[in-house]
């Protein structure tokens, strides 16, 4: 793990509710060599896997995987809540724990075959990131492996998500 990058994260107690400590990467964006930092360790693991799509979650996905399709030679596809995306979509609801939310793809996004990576800002109970697996693999997609600049390991989301290659550039062993 990269403690210097660890650093650059701000945490913010009682947000957005009392009990979390938000994990504030706008820090670490605001930062030119932590972000360069954290895209070249992406992008380091991922160069010679032949990628040739970044898959990434709305929003904050969006600020690490198209900089990280640009460095692989990728293209960069958003996944974005639903009534976003302005062509055909597939649509994928997922569980929360009060009720359900869902995500959407355009259809023609992802072609089959394609080797994919899937990357988000962040790995909780992994519930999003499972159902983005679910729009690549319908459309065809090849997972090669799910990234993520944070991952908060006392969740356990790596558990729903045993079947793929998982890899954290920071860890968080605790609240």
Do not use: W
Not at 21 to 49: E, H, M, P, Q
Not at 67 to 80: E, K
Not at 96 to 115: F, N, P, S
Not at 140 to 150: H, N, T
Request: net charge neutral.
């Amino acid at each position: 793990m990269d403690n210097d990058l660890l650093l650059k994260i701000r945490n913010v107690a009682d947000f957005p509710k009392k009990g979390i400590v938000f994990r504030d990467i706008t820090t670490l964006i605001g930062d030119n060599s932590a972000f360069r930092r954290a895209i070249d360790l992406l992008a380091a693991r991922y160069k010679n896997a032949g990628i040739q799509k970044v898959v990434s979650v709305e929003s904050r996905g969006f600020i690490f995987g198209a900089p990280l399709a640009y460095v692989l030679n990728a293209g960069f596809v958003p996944i974005r809540k639903p009534g976003k995306l302005p062509a055909a979509v597939t649509r994928q609801e997922y569980s929360l724990e009060y009720g359900t939310d869902a995500i959407e793809m355009h259809t023609d996004a992802v072609l089959r075959g394609e080797k994919v990576l899937l990357l988000d800002d962040l790995l909780a109970t992994g519930g999003t990131i499972r159902a983005a697996c679910d729009l690549v693999k319908h459309a065809g997609g090849q997972i090669v492996g799910l990234a993520f600049l944070i991952e908060l390991t006392f969740l356990h989301g790596r558990d729903r998500l045993k079947e793929h290659d998982v890899y954290s550039v920071l860890q968080y062993d605790s609240e």
